[in-house]
């Protein structure tokens, strides 16, 4: 095992930059999800640090040795492919022995760990067969089982989950989990999917345009996002935007947002300006909340465990609101929505998170 | 029957020259050698059938045949090789990722153009001539270079590296298959330590397998069939020695200038049979060494 230090790496082609003075330490033994839209950068740096891609500049250190110069074979770690990268003409035990056999590993031993990875995944049955006869879950199995022979001092994945369909996805997630607390490695894990972010990190790096937008853990990014960009990218169903007028009063600040009432709140510390709210959907209520206000209900999502009613507040603005599932809901109702001042979120103009010293209760 | 004819009648139409190419083209002439060769013909009197007289005197009395044969396998073995290494070799440099990639794959393809031209075997003549260009690189170094063409004992050996230096169509084909191959299986191979070479024999060559298997089965085809460089270097007659007697400049003579057209018609049927016979081999032993990602198991 070993942990991961990331000084001031950046990642050119050309006189387009990808990544920018990147600066990350991972901790020995933690599983870090670097999550992000398409084109952020973070297959990008997960390649840097396998060795696939050359850095720019700074320095990328494992284990405390600096790595920037050494070729992949020798930076101790394995990586899982989004495509599996298995080879289509071996078997799946040729496949799993393959890069055991670079190594001068004695057969015994290549033997022995081959068909401990194999118990390990569960892929014993499948050993004798081509990739190509494999469905998708156990293809990602077997890619998987290549890392894991190696023994690596860190695991590197690259959206290894993006081309199974949903359900196997869910149970690959928990078996990657589990596979994690089993081996206790470094892992680093590459993703677009934030639910995939959420269920498995220990802390998530949030990357837009090569650099970082937020590292936390899955709580922290959740009930603290940092920025607009995080509040957006991180819960599903997706965090409400509202555009809100903040205006110092006596001591305190008063907050109008089009279609709900004002309310007052404790000072915020940057005074008159314009602000967004941010309120995620579980936060809000159907008929009570510190604020009311009043909407129409546009559209009924029915998904079991909850429901997701898309209320338009008399300003227009459509907010998301996810219910308990258990009251029925009609299209073109009536409804008064609510939610409680410590739910919520303020972002400043540039869209940086700003606390107000204390809440206050609504004030009308 | 008349209502279906009457329904298609159009296709028809728009079929007809293609048939008539055909039929008049194509199958008639294949058609009538093979009768041909079972016959004594020399385009002036009529052909006299003598059932399996051609073969038999193909096979037991012409020495000149048996010649043409060994010429003809000696190129095949030594050519095809040398030209699918060369295919081989070149594309995995193009496939390098060069910018000017476009450029070179023309700058490569175009001896394969002008390959089987009069004017590029006329240069070959030329290049290899005792005080040809060879050999006058060669005397800058100090070595005497051979009479590379009129020795009997290297002739062979220039239309070897003729061939060699037409590998633009199998090259353009393996760039295609290499491109093919993904970029990630070399990536996981890189993250394991697997040294290139290695690399090479257990991605590359096993994947590239079908491509291979396509190439070896036409430059095997075509090199059975090599005609026009061989005919224009040895003067048309096979020289020096015979050791340029292809079989097709063999059969080519005993047609065109000896008029004996129901031997040379036996000839080229023989020849069918020869490259059928290869073919055959290696589609039968192609499922040995042949991976296709997509067959059905």
Not at chain 1, 57 to 86: C, H, W
Not at chain 2, 145 to 164: E, F, H, K, N, Q
Not at chain 2, 239 to 248: G, I
Request: hydrophobic fraction near 45%; proline fraction near 4%.
């Amino acid at each position: 095992m070993a942990g991961l230090t990331l000084r001031n790496v950046g990642k050119r082609y050309g006189a387009l930059s990808i990544i920018q003075g990147l600066n990350l330490g991972i901790h020995d033994g933690e599983f870090l999800v670097l999550v992000g839209p398409s084109g952020c950068g973070k297959s990008t740096l997960l390649r840097m640090i396998a060795g696939l891609e050359d850095i720019s500049e700074g320095t990328i250190s494992i284990g405390g040795k600096v790595v920037n110069d050494l070729p992949a074979s020798k930076r101790e770690l394995s990586m899982v492919f989004q495509s599996y990268a298995l080879y289509p003409h071996m078997s799946v035990r040729k496949n799993l022995a393959f890069g055991l056999q670079n190594f001068k590993v004695s057969r015994s031993e290549v033997e022995r760990r081959v068909a401990e990875a194999a118990r390990i995944l569960q892929i014993e049955q499948l050993m004798d067969r081509k990739p190509r006869q494999l469905s998708g879950g156990q293809k990602q199995r077997v890619a998987i089982g290549r890392s894991i022979v190696r023994e690596p001092q860190l695991f590197l994945f690259d959206e290894p989950l993006s081309n199974l369909d949903a359900e196997l996805r869910v149970q690959m997630r928990a078996e990657l989990a589990s596979l994690y607390a089993r081996l206790g490695t470094t892992m680093i894990y590459v993703t677009h999917d934030q639910v995939e972010a959420m269920t498995m990190a220990s802390r998530i790096v949030v990357l837009r345009g090569g650099k970082i937008e937020q590292l936390g853990t899955p709580q922290d990014l959740y009930t603290r996002p940092q920025n607009l960009f995080v509040a957006g990218f991180i819960g599903s169903p997706k965090i409400n935007m509202l555009q809100a007028k903040a205006t110092r009063e006596a001591g305190r600040t008063v907050v109008s947002v089009a279609g709900m009432p004002d309310f007052a709140i404790a000072e915020l510390p940057t005074g008159d300006q314009a602000l967004t709210l941010c309120v995620r959907p579980s936060s809000l209520r159907v008929g009570s909340g510190d604020v009311t206000g009043e909407g129409t209900i546009r559209l009924v999502e029915y998904l079991g465990s909850e429901t997701l009613l898309h209320i338009a507040l008399s300003s227009g603005q459509v907010l998301l609101v996810s219910d308990n599932g258990r009251t029925s809901y009609r299209m073109g109702d009536p409804v008064t929505i609510g939610f409680d001042l410590p739910d919520l979120h303020y972002f400043d103009s540039t869209g940086q998170r700003i606390e107000p010293i204390q809440k206050e209760s609504q004030a009308q | 029957m008349k209502r279906f004819f009457a329904r298609n009648a159009p296709a028809y139409v728009f079929l007809l020259p293609w048939l008539i190419g055909f039929f008049l083209l194509a199958l008639g002439p294949i058609l009538a050698s093979l009768y041909l060769s079972f016959t004594r013909y020399d385009m002036v009197s009529a052909p006299r059938w003598i059932g399996w007289g051609n073969y038999e005197y193909m096979f037991t009395r012409d020495r000149r045949f048996w010649k043409a044969l060994e010429v003809t396998f000696t190129y095949v073995a030594l050519a095809v090789p040398a030209r699918l290494i060369m295919a081989l070799g070149v594309a995995m440099l193009l496939d390098k990722g060069l910018r000017t990639i476009g450029l070179y794959r023309a700058i490569f393809y175009l001896p394969s153009l002008l390959g089987a031209s009069i004017a590029i075997a006329i240069l070959w003549r030329q290049l290899f001539a005792a005080d040809g260009v060879v050999n006058q690189v060669l005397a800058m170094v100090g070595i005497q270079g051979a009479s590379w063409i009129t020795d009997p004992d290297t002739s062979l050996y220039t239309l070897v590296v003729l061939a060699m230096w037409q590998f633009g169509s199998p090259m353009l084909i393996f760039l295609a298959g290499l491109r093919g191959i993904p970029r990630d299986l070399y990536e996981a191979a890189e993250i394991d330590g697997t040294p290139r070479w290695r690399q090479f024999t257990r991605i590359t060559l096993p994947l590239l397998a079908p491509v291979i298997f396509f190439n070896l089965v036409l430059q095997t085809i075509d090199s059975f069939k090599t005609f026009s460089s061989a005919f224009i270097i040895s003067n048309g007659t096979g020289a020096p020695a015979d050791s340029l007697l292809f079989y097709t400049v063999y059969l080519f003579n005993e047609a065109f200038k000896f008029f004996r057209m129901g031997y040379a018609s036996a000839l080229a049927w023989f020849l069918l049979v020869i490259i059928a016979t290869f073919t055959a081999i290696a589609f039968f032993t192609s499922k040995y060494w042949v991976h296709y990602e997509n067959e059905r198991d």
